[in-house]
Structure formats: C-alpha cells, structure tokens
C-alpha cells in the first residue's frame, strides 16, 4: 500500500460524499480513488461511475459491479480519455494541485474531493489557486473529517469539499487558464486579437515584465496578483 493511501471507513462520511454529488441516473461520474470500493458502491446505484485506481492489486480484488467502468491507473494520465460530468473522490493527497488544473479546464456540474486541509485553506484564501478556483467555481467546505474516518489514519487534517460552478466574473482570466499550455503573451495575443493590434499589446504588456514569458500555471501568488490587476486594467 502507498504512504499516500488512506481508504475512508467512515460510513457516514461515505453517505455524506454521495449526497453532495447531487447524483442523478444521467450523470456520468468520475470516482478518483477507488480504494476498496466502499463509495463506489454508492455511486454505482445511481450513475454510472468510471472508477480509477492506481494500486494493481486494488484493482485485481475489485467487487464486480454494474454501472461502473474500473480503470487502471494515475487520474491525471487517464483524465482525457474519458466523458464525465462530475468528479468525486478520496484523492491522493499530493495530487491535489495539478488536479485542479485539470478541473479549471473542464466544464463540471459538480466537484466533491475529500482533501488536505492545509490544501482545502488555500482554495478559500487570496492566492493564486484560490482565486483561480473561486473564479471558476462556489467554493464549499461541507465538514471536516476527523483522522480515524481513514485507515490508515492520515497525519493531516481533511475536508470536504464542494465545488459547483458560477458565472465568469473575469472571461480574460479564464481564457489564460483555458491556454495555460502557451506563454502568457502568446495567450494574451489569442484572446484579444479581435480588439487590439500585436504592436499595441506588446506595448501594454511591457509592465508586465518577463511574466509574460511564463505559462500562468509558472507564476507565483505575487506574479500572478500583478498578471490580475494587468487585466482588471485592461
């Protein structure tokens, strides 16, 4: 087993994560984390459920359900290959950022991760996950989780986490996050090709310094506070 399992044992916190999932027949969830499959179960009845696992020999001892397609292997690898419309799961802690980024990109109807708290604490604070995360999604922590809900027991806090999506406040800080594969003056130069020339953005960008030549997942929260105003401005 990794350093990074904690199967959830606690039957009541495995209820409470199905309920927030607001689970309906036609929705098609992506369950991270199978375990031993205890909140599987739970999805399965009410959705179809594709389940990734990492762990062989999790996989191999698997119940047999209907309902749920078992994938073998790293979410963030398998993630494309899949249709969903919500995410649920116990997830490994240290996959928690990238993560993210892969849910920013995508158009979910509802987020439910059992996470960190230190993890959960940034997503709620001004940094630049946290605004990036509340600018794409409500935000909620639906209860914290005590140690023994897990076995192995954790050695950090966790919560959970409820995200659903909002309208967009800043459509040019989405689009950046939608490009973050390209430098930011390149994805800056995409969004606004409409409204201003490249000689004409090459000049409002210079105050932005050499942090246009990063992707905007490569900024720092200070990097990142400058790269915000820029656009409020704009």
Not at 100 to 119: A, Q, S
Not at 171 to 198: C, G, M, P, W, Y
């Amino acid at each position: 087993m990794s350093q990074d399992q904690h199967f959830m044992i606690d039957k009541e916190v495995l209820e409470e994560i199905a309920e927030a999932a607001d689970l309906l027949g036609t929705d098609r969830i992506l369950e991270i984390g199978a375990g031993h499959g205890e909140l599987t179960r739970k999805l399965c009845k009410k959705a179809y459920t594709v389940a990734v696992e990492l762990d062989s020999e999790l996989v191999k001892a698997f119940p047999e359900l209907e309902n749920l397609k078992l994938v073998k292997g790293n979410v963030l690898q398998v993630w494309k290959d899949h249709l969903f419309n919500k995410v649920v799961g116990n997830i490994p802690y240290a996959i928690s950022e990238p993560l993210l980024w892969l849910i920013l990109k995508k158009p979910l109807e509802r987020v439910v991760l059992v996470l960190g708290k230190d993890f959960s604490d940034i997503l709620l604070s001004d940094s630049k996950l946290g605004v990036l995360a509340r600018e794409f999604y409500e935000v909620e922590v639906v209860r914290k989780i005590p140690k023994k809900a897990f076995f192995p027991a954790p050695s950090v806090d966790s919560v959970l986490i409820l995200m659903k999506p909002k309208k967009a406040e800043n459509i040019l800080l989405r689009e950046l996050v939608l490009q973050s594969d390209k430098k930011i003056k390149n994805a800056l130069e995409t969004v606004l090709e409409r409204k201003t020339t490249k000689r004409e953005l090459k000049e409002k960008v210079q105050v932005l310094g050499k942090i246009v030549d990063k992707g905007i997942t490569q900024l720092s929260n200070e990097e990142f506070a400058e790269l915000l105003k820029f656009l409020t401005n704009l």
